[in-house]
């Protein structure tokens, strides 16, 4: 069967897109200390950025690592989801683009593109707006538009960003995420649209410019492998080929 054409590029924004690592380190540090009352250096994972990272990438969501990691019970867990934006806005810590992925995102700029992210919407959009980039996305999808219990790997924000950026109509859309549980996503979401027999296809693109995960620790393995963003546009200039 033919597929569909590429009709949309969406991405994860926490290390697909920013290099949002020191800063998302110094903003749960400050989070534990605020909710906990403990040092933060009482934690391992929050001792360093190669501890994080590692941490971040054995956990499905910050809730499971506030959880298991932090030992927060769940009115803590709540009061921390709240600091999130807040604290996102008073930290000095540089996010930066990766390098030459706007590059990627202007080449591609004959396909909407869109986020879907387990941060918050209004963290993305303030980077967005900060950067003069607000108009290169069309949709943003944040963990606060999607129920707590449908957050990645759940499809729901994905299909919702695919809804927003094609409508109805059949496609092939990339996905281009540097966790694991995005290419889990991206497989969920194509076995929902099969079951409900929609004609959209959801191609998974793994950042590994961008990946703290090991190679071996991917359960659901990625359609293909970014190395630098660059990458991507040859990629989905591949898979419209294959399409034709
Ligand atoms: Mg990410």
């Known amino acids: 069967m033919t597929r569909p054409p590429v009709r949309a590029i969406i991405w994860d924004f926490d290390n697909t897109l920013v290099d ?65 934006t807040r604290f996102q806005r008073t930290d000095a810590t ?17 396909f909407p593109h869109g986020i879907v992210s387990l941060n918050t919407r209004a963290n ?22 999607v129920p707590r219990d449908r957050q990645k790997p759940d499809p729901e924000g994905l299909m919702r960003c695919v809804l927003a950026l094609v409508g109805e109509v059949t496609a092939t859309v990339i996905y281009v995420g540097d966790h694991p549980i995005d290419a889990e996503c991206a497989a969920k979401a194509n076995d929902r649209y099969a079951a409900t027999g929609r004609g959209v296809k959801v191609v998974s693109v793994a950042a ?37």
Not at 63 to 80: K, N
Not at 124 to 145: K, M, N, P, Y
Request: hydrophobic share 35%; glycine share 8%.
């Open 20 to 84: 949002t690592g020191a800063r998302n380190l110094s903003v749960t540090r400050r989070i534990i200390r605020h909710v906990t009352g403990r040092e933060p250096d009482d934690f391992a994972p929050l001792r360093d950025q190669a501890a994080y990272d590692q941490t971040l990438h054995e956990t499905q969501d910050w809730r499971e690592l506030y959880s298991i990691h932090f030992g927060m019970v769940e009115h803590q867990i709540v009061a921390a989801g709240r600091l999130w």
């Open 94 to 110: 540089p996010t930066t683009w990766f390098p030459r992925v706007t590059d990627a995102v202007g080449q591609l700029r004959r």
């Open 124 to 145: 993305i959009e303030s980077t967005l707006e900060r950067d003069g980039l607000s108009s290169a996305f069309t949709s943003v999808v944040g963990c606060g538009d």
């Open 208 to 244: 590994f410019y961008g990946t703290k995960a090991s190679e071996e620790c991917w359960p659901v393995e990625p359609r293909f492998r970014a190395s630098c963003p660059l990458d991507v546009v040859r990629i989905v200039d591949e898979v419209s080929a294959r399409g034709r």
